[in-house]
């Protein structure tokens, strides 16, 4: 049985939303100690190669976060069986990856947010075309899907 668990964390572009959920995710794995690889990309092909939106990089900065060297990339079908989870941000991303998945596919599916109680089969909202302010609602509501991801892994992650 694999003992390191790999997360994908997935949205349209890879420059809002999942790179925030990586990054949350980071920190929280870290701090709780779970060894786990982990990455985020896009299903779209828009923003291949660039660098999280400033808006992003922004909310991240002030939690004490760099995340100005990620770089974009869209989702592979490798992906599929090389991480452990993928995890979409939103319902739209989550059935995207399903019709992407052939039959070498391992990875188990879900929402960011099925990993909160009182939250499953919700999206974390798409800020790219609001206000600044979006980005904080984002960032909370990844802060509340990687904690809730990391303590079910750590659970079941034999030390
Ligand atoms: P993300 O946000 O999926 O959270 O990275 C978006 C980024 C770009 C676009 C849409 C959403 N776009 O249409 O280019």
Not at 37 to 59: L, M, N
């Amino acid at each position: 049985m694999r003992t390191r668990p790999a997360v994908l964390f997935v949205c349209l572009g890879n420059i809002c939303r999942s790179p925030l959920a990586e990054a949350a995710f980071r920190r929280e794995a870290q701090r709780i100690g779970l060894e786990v690889e982990v990455d985020s990309a896009g299903t779209g092909d828009w923003h291949i190669g660039a660098a999280p939106d400033a808006r992003a990089q922004a909310v991240a900065k002030r939690a004490g976060i760099d995340i100005g060297g990620y770089c974009a990339r869209q989702v592979t079908a490798a992906d599929f069986a090389r991480y452990t989870h993928i995890v979409a941000m939103d319902r739209d991303n989550l059935a995207r990856l399903r019709t992407l998945r052939d039959d070498h596919a391992t990875a188990e599916l879900s929402l960011l947010l099925d990993h909160v109680d009182g939250r499953a089969g919700s999206s974390v909202a798409d800020p790219y075309f609001g206000e600044a302010s979006g980005f904080d609602t984002t960032w909370a509501d990844v802060c509340l899907g990687a904690a809730g991801l990391a303590c079910k892994l750590g659970a079941q992650t034999p030390v």
